[in-house]
């Protein structure tokens, strides 16, 4: 029986690994943000392009303060900034330092979007682009995540030919190992089968005189010796 002391100890060490699971589960809890899998995104000049940022937070949030960051080659500058007041209002903008920054997403029903849509991209925008998030409501926890916009003339065609290949290759290797493992279970199988018929085949014309159920060593070393 475990005294109360040892019980209490033993629920620790649960509750201990219970958290330690807890860091490291990949999903976090607390205040994060992202601007999605790509790390650069290419804009045609004159066009416009939508830099993505979304956040989240299991805990929720109220006035949660955010604002985009420019960093190029040699300026760094806010580019613009407010507040969302809680999770059924839609983000308000405090500053703006440029006109054609516009704030494209809404906060309203989880959507936790505030992505802004540069319009008429010039080749000088070229540069990173960081989008911070601060939630009061989480003892102002901060979070950032980066993208780089990169501005060219024109967007190259994109190549599928090499990626078609790839996949190709990938897909015939991954069919020829499993027609192998396939082939290999057969052969198995059919070796196996062959083996039991040869060994009802010798019971029934020898009796009791086979390998497994004579002495051992005796017939073992008759055998021609095997591949080296
Ligand atoms: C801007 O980026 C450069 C390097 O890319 C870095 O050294 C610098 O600290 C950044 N500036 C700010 C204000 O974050
Ligand atoms: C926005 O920027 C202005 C000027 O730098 C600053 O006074 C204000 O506190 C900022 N607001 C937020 C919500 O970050
Ligand atoms: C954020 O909002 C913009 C503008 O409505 C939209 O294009 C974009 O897909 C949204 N992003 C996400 C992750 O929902
Ligand atoms: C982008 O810039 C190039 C080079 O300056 C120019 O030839 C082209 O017309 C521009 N594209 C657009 C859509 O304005």
């Known amino acids: 029986m475990l005294g109360a002391g040892d019980r209490g100890a033993a629920r620790a060490r649960w509750l201990g690994t219970g958290l330690l699971g807890l860091f490291l589960l ?11 899998k790509a790390n650069t995104i290419y804009a045609v000049n004159s066009t416009e392009i939508l830099l993505p940022c979304t956040f989240s937070s299991c805990f929720g949030f109220r006035d949660l ?22 999770e059924k209002s839609d983000p308000r903008v405090h500053l703006k330092n440029d006109d054609r920054i516009t704030l494209a997403g809404s ?3 989880k959507m936790n979007n ?6 008429d991209v010039d080749f000088s925008d070229t540069g990173k682009y960081t989008c911070y998030v601060k939630n009061p409501k989480e003892k102002d926890l901060q979070h950032h995540a ?11 065609e994109v190549d599928n030919t090499v990626t078609v290949i790839i996949l190709a290759v990938v897909g015939g290797v991954i069919g020829l190992l499993i027609f192998i493992l396939l082939l290999k279970k057969l052969i198995t199988f059919i070796l196996k089968k062959t083996q ?10 020898s009796g009791n005189d086979n390998t497994e159920n004579g002495l051992p060593g005796s017939k073992a ?7 080296v």
């Open 196 to 205: 039991e018929k040869k060994k009802e085949c010798l019971v029934s014309s």
């Open 221 to 227: 070393e008759e055998k021609p010796p095997t591949k």
């Open 114 to 119: 505030i992505s802004i849509l540069l319009k």
């Open 107 to 109: 906060t309203k029903e």
């Open 26 to 36: 990949p999903v976090s809890l607390s205040l994060e943000v992202s601007v999605g």
């Open 65 to 86: 303060g955010f604002w985009w960051s420019y960093n190029g080659s040699d300026t760094f500058k806010i580019l613009i900034n407010g507040t969302v007041k809680n």
């Open 146 to 156: 980066t993208i780089f916009l990169q501005v060219v003339d024109k967007l190259e």
